[in-house]
């Protein structure tokens, strides 16, 4: 297992390999590569035309391209007003406004003054640019901060130059620098010219603000697109438009590997509107370019009319045979026998002998789908040797490589413009959409857009595994936990590793914190492609080892609280160098959520109240659920009380926003979504068999940030673990009835 | 063709009149404010007025517009650009995340008011229960259509009060 240093994330950046590197918890183990950067870092000035200050931090490895200097970077300041580049695909996480808060509060720029741009493409000068494991903040907190002081200062000392004073004389308010003494000041657009020619500060000299000298960060803001987004304008990948653009769709083989033997390719042609129709034979990698036939036509409809006329013959003698009940039925049996051990610490067998009771449970949930509700699209144009690319994807580097791949040019040859993205959670990781138009585009001779259906969307994903778990616990007289074996049955894809986000580690909840646990993992063979989902691993083992801690809490005859807070124990850093989990800010949320809902309050009849924590990307997060439960088994969820410790708040708006929909989305997942493989065959095809939850069902949920000092993290995913073991265990306190089974569905519950 | 669209008649050539009025709103008129989600009436995205009431643009042919008034989200704010009252509680409580579903959901919300300027609670959640959310925003979508139906009650008594 990499463990994830986060006291000095600024200074790492996952490699960019052939898989994009996410960001992964404690917990998993196997998929995170980190490569450290230089710790140095050069500010790198550029004179605009015109006159104007443009600065930003690059590598060593740009400084040494410096020759071809470009205008790029992180601020610009001319006459005219203030730019602050957004670097990351916004996916709905809100990037592309709390990332330029922070250049802005260090460079003490008044927001309103501040114009927000979609900064290119350019790994060279903008370090890693990719939207995953909640990495925004915590990978740029520090470059952008210094980036902004940086700017700050030069402003200063154009002030001073200016008027003959000395720079600590002055002092900068609102976008203008200011000098007390004779009442003058400046507005930073006026002084961008002299400030252009100024000394660059060495970014470590740079003082920066102190948490209580914030006065944009912590703050309420409203996102930089909403204006535009209220009005319908374009921001989408799926809304580009190019002239001369046709509407490509794609058709591959219902199960995985399925190659084209044969397809009507003739008829297709011939229908109206259609202007080509062709065999793409795949590029042998699931994630850049399956098989498949490609259809070419004047607008989306006739593409969409054409494919449900298309008529395949497959191939599948190489194809998905994935099975779910096949994959349950060889669990059942794995569950009674011990496998590969991935952490044994104690003597868990000892532990079971001489306890004085024991708990036992089968835990399973199923595959989910992503399901961003806009389908996977993109825009592509090759020309003269040259492709340009629009996408909404979260690795936008990952998709130039893999697009100049399979055109065949070099990725030098490939632009990729970054679009705002209907939804990521993961799925857009991943750019086979963004391959297979560069494909189709380089066969079609004209710019294309590629549109996926919503049937595509649902039978291509990269699936949120699904898992079983047999565990086993005891507690001794005293209603200690003493033993803890958690049996964990996966998945894996290359018959090597388990699949991302199915993996248990050394860090995984209670080991370290439980004297005897012993974790086992057996992987199945599995075609059908798994990855990245919101949270990865976390997400839903979360909902295990959170639920059977409870289970033993029952056992014991305790109150759920007092065993949590037990285990979690004296306030200690459990990970190496500074990383990991932190029992006591741990503690500290389980504490703060339980006050605020009124744990061990007079409830009112079948209500029941559970709790649960769980630390992921960097985030420690409680959460408390009050629901009821009706005869026939429906939930109805009162309230869910949160309470993070994620280190400084960035957008307070943004921040409380996505814990809410974290709370909705694991709400959804664990209710009622499930994708189940038979025949190699996903069996849900559109939304009326993957029906996500909707507004009546959204409970109240109300949110509390610790004031906290520690390094901050992205909040895209930490708040979603929590989620279902709190349901679940509060619906164990008002109905008696323990969930083991994620879909609740399975288990013949639904929300009231 | 012609289709009446957000006040201006918009001439579409020979359009397929099976074409669903989603389709030739992004890809004929160039208007992809209104969005494409399922394609099966599941989740909104798509949701235009059509004589002011709410529909599925995926699955509402163009033939089915005939005379109609279509309005779709470009079509709110007013001539000189000032956001309406939904758009603009949708800026001021920061609803979106990635934004996707929203013009759906303000589209739905303006039916709503239009038909029920003082809509309950059970009143917000049923008619939006058509629209999903993905990214889970529904709680700041109550609150917008509440602040949304206030100022639209406040701005319909003052001018009443002016008459
Ligand atoms: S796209 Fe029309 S309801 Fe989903
Ligand atoms: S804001 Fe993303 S789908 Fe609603």
Redesign the interface.
């Known amino acids: 297992m990499t463990a994830l240093n986060y006291a000095d994330i600024g200074d790492v950046v996952p490699t960019v390999t052939g898989e994009p590197a996410m960001a992964s918890d404690a917990n998993a183990s196997g998929d995170l590569r980190i490569g450290k950067l230089d710790r140095r870092q050069f500010l790198k000035l550029t004179g605009l035309v015109g006159g104007g200050l443009m600065l930003s931090f690059t590598t060593p490895r740009a400084l040494a391209n410096a020759a071809a200097l470009q205008p790029n970077g992180y601020i610009k300041i001319d006459a005219t007003g203030i730019l602050i580049y957004a670097k990351n695909p916004e996916i709905g996480q809100g990037v592309k406004t709390s990332l330029p808060m922070i250049v802005a509060e260090e460079l003490d720029a008044a927001w309103e003054d501040v114009e927000v741009v979609q900064s290119s493409i350019d790994q060279s000068l903008y370090g890693a640019q990719f939207a995953g494991g909640s990495m925004s903040i915590p990978m740029n907190w520090d470059s952008l901060r210094r980036s902004g002081a940086a700017a700050r200062a030069m402003l200063l000392e154009a002030g001073a130059k200016r008027w003959g004073v000395e720079p600590s004389s002055l002092s900068t308010r609102d976008s203008h620098v200011v000098h007390a003494a004779s009442g003058r000041k400046l507005a930073y657009t006026e002084l961008a010219a002299e400030a252009a020619v100024a000394t660059v500060p060495d970014p470590r000299s740079l003082t920066l603000k102190k948490r209580d000298q914030f006065r944009l960060l912590g703050k309420r803001i409203t996102g930089v697109d909403n204006d535009a987004l209220v009005r319908g304008e374009p921001l989408f990948g799926i809304d580009q438009s190019l002239p001369g653009m046709k509407y490509a769709v794609y058709q591959k083989c219902p199960a995985i590997g399925g190659k084209v033997a044969s397809a009507n390719l003739d008829a297709v042609k011939a229908m109206p509107g259609v202007r080509d129709a062709f065999v793409l034979e795949g590029n042998g990698n699931a994630g850049e370019l399956l098989p498949g036939v490609a259809i070419v036509a004047d607008n989306t409809f006739s593409a969409i009319q054409a494919k449900r006329a298309l008529k395949v013959e497959w191939d599948e003698s190489d194809a998905s045979k994935d099975s779910w009940s096949d994959a349950k039925a060889e669990a059942e049996r794995l569950r009674k026998e011990s496998g590969p051990e991935v952490v044994n610490t104690g003597d868990v067998d000892g532990a079971f002998a001489s306890s004085a009771r024991q708990a036992s449970g089968f835990y399973t949930y199923h595959f989910v789908s992503h399901a961003t509700l806009e389908p996977q699209n993109c825009t592509a144009w090759f020309k003269d040797g040259a492709l340009e690319l629009w996408a909404p994807t979260q690795t936008p580097a990952q998709g130039i490589g893999s697009a100049a791949k399979v055109v065949g040019i070099s990725p030098s040859k490939v632009t990729l413009h970054q679009l705002r993205c209907g939804g990521g959670f993961g799925r857009r990781l991943y750019n086979d959409f963004t391959t297979e138009a560069a494909a189709i585009a380089k066969r079609a001779g004209v710019p294309i857009k590629l549109q996926w259906t919503r049937e595509d969307d649902m039978a291509y994903d990269l699936y949120r595994a699904g898992g079983f778990h047999q565990m086993d616990g005891s507690v001794d007289d005293n209603g200690r936990i003493t033993g803890w074996r958690d049996r964990f049955v996966t998945f894996t894809n290359d018959g090597r590793r388990p699949v991302s986000g199915g993996s248990l580690g050394p860090g995984v909840f209670p080991a370290g914190l439980v004297d005897n646990v012993r974790v086992e993992q057996t992987a199945l063979p599995w075609k059908n492609r798994c990855a990245a989902w919101r949270a990865p691993g976390s997400n839903v083992f979360g909902f295990v080892v959170q639920s059977f801690l409870d289970e033993l809490a029952h056992a014991a005859g305790r109150d759920s609280l007092e065993v949590l807070l037990e285990v979690l124990g004296e306030p200690r850093q459990m990970g190496r160098r500074g990383g990991g989990m932190h029992t006591g800010r741990a503690a500290g949320v389980v504490e703060l959520a339980a006050r605020e809902a009124g744990w061990g309050r007079e409830l009112p009849d079948g209500h029941g109240m559970g709790v649960a924590f769980y630390y992921s990307h960097a985030g420690h997060i409680a959460e408390v659920a009050e629901v009821s439960v009706g005869d026939q088994k429906q939930v109805k969820v009162h309230k869910v009380t949160v309470a993070a410790d994620v280190g400084p708040i960035v957008n307070l708006s943004g921040a409380e926003n996505q814990m809410q929909g974290s709370v909705v989305d694991g709400l959804s997942t664990m209710t009622s979504l499930s994708v189940t493989f038979e025949n190699g065959r996903v069996q849900q095809s559109n939304f009326d068999r993957y029906p996500m939850l909707r507004m009546p069902s959204t409970p109240e949920v109300a949110v509390h940030f610790v004031d906290s000092d520690y390094p901050p993290t992205g909040l895209g995913e930490p708040a979603l673990p929590p989620l279902a073991p709190a349901i679940c265990n509060a619906i164990f306190a008002a109905s008696g009835h323990r969930i083991r089974t994620l879909p609740i569905s399975e288990e013949g519950f639904s929300l009231a | 063709m012609d289709l009446k669209v957000n006040g201006e008649l918009r001439s579409l050539g020979d359009v397929?009149p099976?074409?669903?009025l989603l389709?030739v709103l992004?890809?004929?008129l160039?208007?992809?404010?209104?969005?494409?989600?399922?394609?099966?009436s599941?989740?909104g995205?798509c949701t235009v007025l059509v004589d002011g009431q709410s529909v599925k643009s995926c699955s509402y042919p163009i033939s089915s517009v005939a005379t109609a008034e279509v309005t779709?989200?470009?079509g709110?704010?007013g001539s000189d650009g000032e956001?309406n009252a939904v758009?603009?509680a949708?800026?001021?409580?920061?609803v979106?995340?990635?934004?996707?579903?929203?013009?759906g959901q303000?589209m739905a919300a303006e039916a709503l008011l239009r038909a029920k300027p003082n809509p309950g609670d059970d009143d917000?959640?049923?008619a939006?229960?058509?629209?999903?959310?993905?990214?889970?925003?529904?709680?700041?979508?109550?609150e917008a259509v509440k602040v949304a139906a206030a100022t639209r009650r406040s701005a319909a008594e003052a001018s009443d009060a002016a008459e």
């Open positions: 397929d099976q074409t669903p389709w992004r890809d004929e160039g208007l992809v404010g209104t969005k494409f989600g399922c394609g099966i599941q989740c995205a779709t989200v470009e709110l704010a956001l758009q603009q949708w800026v001021d409580l920061d979106a995340q990635c934004g996707y579903c929203q013009a303000i917000i959640d049923q939006m229960a058509a629209n999903l959310c993905r990214c889970g925003t529904y709680i700041r979508i109550r």
